[in-house]
């Protein structure tokens, strides 16, 4: 029951979105505030990166079997693209109801720091936030069952 009052929670805080959210300098503090204190994955992407293709329908396979999942999209694609074509291949690979971010300022390496000063902007890359803020970074494709065994560690006992 707690775990359901907890999902309605975020829910209500982070309603059904049809369009990305512009992802500018300062968006990094902003979206880890809104997740504080709840584990939240991470996980940015690019429309030009064949990994994350593949990867998403995955994701969105998670997202179904485990509603307790906190997941959060980011598009930083660092090849310019359509800014109308995130919602579509969102809702192509059954991720249009989860919170999505879009690089939106041309100089990406500024935000790419912002969220880590090592990050030069290799994709997908996926950061598992415990709800203690410690951060577990993976790079390149996702190893789900292992995604899988860090939400359960995540999961609060009582």
């Not at 494709?141 to 560690?153: I, Y």
Request: some cysteine.
């Amino acid at each position: 029951m707690r775990w359901a009052l907890i999902a309605l929670a975020l829910l209500a805080a982070h309603p059904a979105q049809a369009e990305p959210r512009p992802f500018v300098q300062g968006s990094w503090e902003q979206l880890r505030h809104l997740h504080q204190g709840h584990p939240t994955v991470v996980h940015f992407w690019g429309i030009t990166c064949a990994p994350c293709m593949v990867e998403m329908p995955r994701w969105a396979e998670l997202a179904k079997t485990d509603p307790w999942l906190n997941l959060v999209l980011v598009d930083a694609d660092p090849v310019g693209q359509d800014p109308n074509a995130d919602a579509p291949m969102l809702k192509k690979m059954g991720l249009a109801e989860t919170e999505s971010w879009r690089f939106a300022d041309a100089f990406s390496e500024k935000l790419r720091f912002e969220i880590d000063p090592k990050w030069h902007g290799e994709l997908p890359l996926t950061l598992l936030i415990g709800r203690d803020g410690t951060v577990r970074k993976i790079v390149g494709s996702a190893d789900f069952d292992d995604v899988r065994h860090w939400l359960e560690g995540q999961k609060d006992p009582g």
